[in-house]
């Protein structure tokens, strides 16, 4: 089974991503904790990531792609995995695919957390006390997210399976939709 959630900065991928990996047995992969590692660590891809993350941008498809190709290939190997965070882009989108296709990884799934502006700006806002992230970071990265992420959800319908689900409602009954929806996919074919 090979997943990958799509959701707004506070939409909830990180959560699910934790919960669905447990739920299926496959590796979560989140390219932000792997990003953030490399900041934490302060390593020289740490210190570029720093620099895009501070201002709000994405991080070139490069790096993040670099970075992912082993998680990736081993999660595979294992069972699967639930991509969290990356692609970003139909760009990175249509590299990745081109990448893992010839590797057997790529995903066949995608979900959609649907969470309405004004929530994901409150939740980010309580999430980010004791943060830099302002109000002014905060709408900016969601910003960035409607222009370049939101026209993935026409290139995964095309291309794979996508799911909306509304992500606004309670942790549970979120990845309750989630599952009954990839477990019908899981019957239907290989995920």
Known sequence: MRLLLIGAPGSGKGTQAVRLAERFGIT???????????????????Q???????????????????MLRKPVLAATESGGYVL?????????????????????????????????????????????????????????????????TVPLLEYYQQREWLVTIDGSRPVDEVHESIVSRVSALSTSSTA
């Open 28 to 46: 979560h992969i989140s390219s932000g904790d792997l990003l953030r590692q490399h900041v934490r660590d302060q390593t020289s891809l740490g």
């Open 48 to 66: 570029k990531v720093k620099q895009y993350v501070d201002a709000g941008d994405l991080v070139p498809d490069s790096v993040v792609m670099n």
């Open 84 to 148: 969290d965070g990356f692609p970003r882009t139909v760009e990175q989108a249509q590299a990745a695919y081109e990448v893992a296709k010839g590797l057997g990884a790529h995903v066949k799934a995608a979900i959609h957390l649907d969470v309405p502006p004004k929530q994901l700006v409150l939740r980010l806002l309580a999430r980010s006390r004791g943060s830099e992230d302002s109000q002014e970071v905060i709408e900016h990265r969601l910003q960035v997210y409607l222009e370049k």
